[in-house]
């Protein structure tokens, strides 16, 4: 049954397009089907997909954009007249910020509602293939926004774009030229920079785009419950859906972007089952909120975004601002066949390094000294001081001293003055003096002709301990090859390259400016 029915809408698709090129009466139509690449048929794979979900080939579409999961929806209106997802693909590369475009060069692609008709898809495009997104729509120019030739494309290069593989744009070029073929007018482009999710709107509840989310949240939301393209309108520079004349109305409201909103009012069925939405929506975002949902941090100049499974094959590839891999790293990603060809000037969003060292960071352990409060130096007097309050001041110590004796017992108990907080000083034990030692030294004192040299030279310590002073540069020496190796830090390995340490090297490839200096 299934490959009956492939076989038919193959048959039916080439059948068609022979048609229109031998009729030539519509110059749009011979556009997309003289062009070798444009006039690539619909792969088998995907026009099985069509017939398991109860579509025809020709059957309308509509595209979905999400900037940061870096998704294209593909959908296709079935027999029973509502839209269903036939395809998903992963976006190569889209340039700029989330948030709308709003002039001429500012690298933004864009957001909201847009209109594909026949004479917007190019066959004859510089990127593979292309169509134009339609930028600026009515309520764009009704703010004054500026820019041109916005395309969706191949190549997997973008500057205010969103760029494809070459296959993937042949696929998809291919399923817009099938729904011109069978009667659809135009198809509806709806871009977003996120899922319109509570949890996504929670997420960026900040950002100063959020009035303009919000807006076009109504047209997602509109979507999502009835699964039918939403009829687009403008007014007082605002997006209107599913407008319609009021009962008593004798004709259509006329819109008009920059002027006041005509009567008109939003069928029941789809108005009420919005607002069912919005409020499960709401409630949820509220208890996100309560919960202390942390904030999206804003763009630190990234410059767009690009699909994980892309960023897994590309050296030193990363998906900038959309979402990296949940679950799933990016060397596991490499496995994966990528979905079309990546080429090799591609030119993967990177993070701004300035930005980056501005932000607060974690403390860097670094090569300094403990604080200066706990710093102890060893000086003679304090342990003079220490050693007579622990003898209690004795009669003949304390004539010893006097006298002049007793000092070889102080140095050598005495750390070196130059040992510093670093490495902690070693402390002798001071024995108090006994009440022999204090008689010797008495009859020391008194005795004639007794040589008191011998008996200090006798009863002072091994002269190793005292030796020590006399190299000031040792100490120093001693404390660098016994202190602990640091911890890397940011700044460790990087040398004059720049690079961070263990990082692969970095290839440079052409820049976007130099790459897209002609009209896409």
Known sequence: MIS????????????????????????????LATNAKANQPVPPKLLAAMVEKNMDLQSPILVRLFKQEAELEVWKQTRSGQFALLKTYPICRWSGDLGPKVREGDRQAPEGFYSINPSQMNPQSAYYLSFNTGYPNAFDKALGRTGSQLMVHGDCSSRGCYAMTDEQIAEIYSLGRESFFGGQKAFQLQAYPFKMTPVNMAKHRNNPNMAFWKMIKEGYD???????????????????????????AKRDPVFDASAKCPAYVIPEDIASAVREKQVKDEAEYAKLVAKGTPVARMNTGI??????????????????????????????????????????????????????ASAPQEEPVTAS?????NTRVATAAPAEKSQE??????????????????????????????ATASVAPATTPTTPPTAASRLKAAVTRFVPGHDKSKDAAKDAPKPAVAAKPAEP?????????TRPALKPSVSDGAGDSGQLAGAA???????FDSRFGAVK
Do not use: W
């Open 505 to 511: 090297p970095v290839v440079q490839s052409n820049s």
């Open 222 to 248: 509109h979507f999502e419950v009835t699964r039918q393209e939403p009829k687009v309108d403008f007014c007082e520079k605002k997006y209107v859906f599913d407008a319609a004349k009021p009962a008593d």
């Open 369 to 373: 000294s403990a604080p200066a409060t």
């Open 473 to 481: 540069a040792k100490p120093d020496t001693r404390l660098a090859a």
């Open 4 to 31: 009956r029915s492939l076989a038919r809408a193959l048959l039916a698709s080439a059948a068609l397009a022979a048609s229109v090129v031998l009729a030539g009466c519509d110059t749009d139509q011979v556009s």
């Open 389 to 418: 309050k622990s003898q209690g001041g004795g009669f003949f110590s304390n004539l010893g001293r006097k006298m002049g004796f007793g000092t070889a017992d102080t140095t050598a108990t005495t750390p070196p003055p130059q």
């Open 303 to 356: 410059d767009g975004g690009m699909n994980k499974i892309f960023a897994a094959k590309i050296p030193e590839g990363s998906t900038g601002l959309s979402e990296g891999a949940e679950g799933t790293t990016l060397q596991m990603l490499t496995m994966a066949k990528a979905p079309g060809t990546i080429p090799g000037h591609v030119n993967p969003p990177k993070p701004n390094l300035d930005a980056a």
